[in-house]
């Protein structure tokens, strides 16, 4: 999984499966911030969608396998994504205890 994926070298690109793993979950954990601004938008007031906190789960939980499996093993990137994962299944668990799991029924 640390060895460049050949049919992307004629793009001048050296990206390894995890290094894809890892910047799918670095975009996905980023873009979570559009799907914020989005949702604010249309309700009008300040929302964090569901979709938020699947976004942050899977793209914290993507980074922080980047970081402890590729040969980057980076101690500070696995600090960095560690509690992100447990704060964003944490705060899934408790939206879907508030809300249950049709949220469209329940008011924001």
Request: hydrophobic letters at 45%.
């Amino acid at each position: 999984m640390n060895h460049p994926i050949v049919w992307l070298e004629w793009t001048g690109l050296h990206m390894s499966p995890w290094k894809i793993i890892g910047l799918t979950g670095a975009l996905m954990f980023g873009g979570r911030w559009l799907v914020q601004f989005l949702a604010s938008r249309k309700h009008g007031k300040p929302v964090i969608p569901r979709l938020f906190w699947y976004m942050s789960l899977v793209g914290s939980a993507m980074t922080l396998s980047y970081f402890l499996f590729s040969q980057k093993q980076d101690s500070v990137g696995v600090i960095q994504n560690l509690f992100p994962s447990f704060t964003a299944a944490y705060s899934l668990y408790l939206d879907i205890r508030h809300r249950g799991w049709h949220r469209d029924k329940a008011g924001h």
